[in-house]
């Protein structure tokens, strides 16, 4: 059997009432489409374990869910704060210009004047836009330690090279 790669989509809140319900947190652009890719995996202590979804729901503005098998709150508890997963094959196709983030965390960042600025240690969502979260190298000539890079393709983002592991900014260094 081929190797996994599991992408996290999601987390789970504390327990909801006494039936074995939990919060959910998802993390993919409209909450809702969480439920779009399946089957879902949690990680516990540690290990990926796959799950089926019996129900899910709005709950006031939240998400709550209830998995096969967690009839009562004891048993939920024991799923709090696990991270959900999906197979990265039950992600749809992207669009030019469109990536995912476990794609970029990792590329190095370098700008238009071939400065490496440090690579891509996670991304942040603002609102209006992504940002890159570049861990700067130790030896950063500005006396960066980390720089906050905003994703806007075209604009501040010139290239993405997946293949090299490259994103190219149009940024200065000293921010």
Known sequence: MSE???EVVGKLGSTYGIRGWLRLYSSTEQSESIFDYQPWFLKIKGIWQAVELESWRYH?????VKFKGTEDREVA???TNAEIGVDLSVLP???????YWHDLIGCTVVNLDDYIMGSVTEM???GSNDVL???ANSKDAFGKQERLIPFLYEQVVKRVDLATKTI???WDAGF
């Open 60 to 64: 006031n503005n939240d998400l709550i």
């Open 124 to 126: 942040m969502e603002t």
């Open 168 to 170: 190219t900014v149009d």
């Open 133 to 135: 979260v570049v861990r």
């Open 93 to 99: 196709e992207l669009e030019e210009g469109d990536y």
């Open 77 to 79: 508890q024991l799923l």
């Open 4 to 6: 996994q790669k599991i």
